[in-house]
């Protein structure tokens, strides 16, 4: 489902905003695998797609994540499940933590994600406008952020 959504949401800024207008960057970044170690620095040339912001809480021993998604020149979209998933620390402050160091460690970390129309996306830590850190708390203290970037990989 979560797969089917972003996929709509991608087809959707390609076809209805014009992504490929943009301006063509040369993007560098580390690879994040799928079992969490870095891989190669790899550089593409990719165009700005989305923003992307994921709110993190425990329920139990479990991180739960919802994600929010605004394209390069939209509003923020409604907040959806993402994922549900063992935690691997005790503490929501100890996840935020860990994931703090990994970022100061590997800044240019990414993720590249294959959606079925056979785009390839980029996904990126970045820090929002007014903060320091791609990670932050909400004003609860229950749950933090997570912000990123997307690109789409020039084909």
Not at 3 to 19: E, H, N, W
Not at 21 to 30: D, F, I, K, V
Not at 95 to 116: C, E, F, R, S
Not at 137 to 155: D, H, P, V
């Amino acid at each position: 489902m979560k797969k089917k959504v972003f996929t709509a949401l991608v087809l959707a800024v390609i076809f209805t905003r014009g992504i490929f207008a943009q301006q063509l960057e040369r993007l560098t970044y580390e690879e994040l695998k799928t079992d969490g170690t870095i891989g190669r620095t790899v550089t593409v040339e990719a165009y700005f797609l989305a923003w992307q912001q994921h709110e993190i809480f425990m329920e139990g021993n479990f991180l739960v994540t919802y994600s929010y998604m605004r394209l390069y020149n939209g509003d923020w979209g409604d907040r959806h499940f993402a994922q549900r998933e063992p935690a691997m620390v005790p503490t929501l402050r100890e996840q935020y933590t860990t994931l703090q160091q990994v970022y100061n460690l590997h800044p240019k970390m990414g993720m590249k994600l294959y959606l079925d129309n056979g785009l390839e996306v980029i996904r990126m830590l970045a820090i929002p406008t007014g903060h320091s850190s791609p990670f932050w708390w909400a004003e609860t203290g229950r749950s933090f952020f997570t912000f990123f970037k997307l690109y789409a990989i020039k084909l």
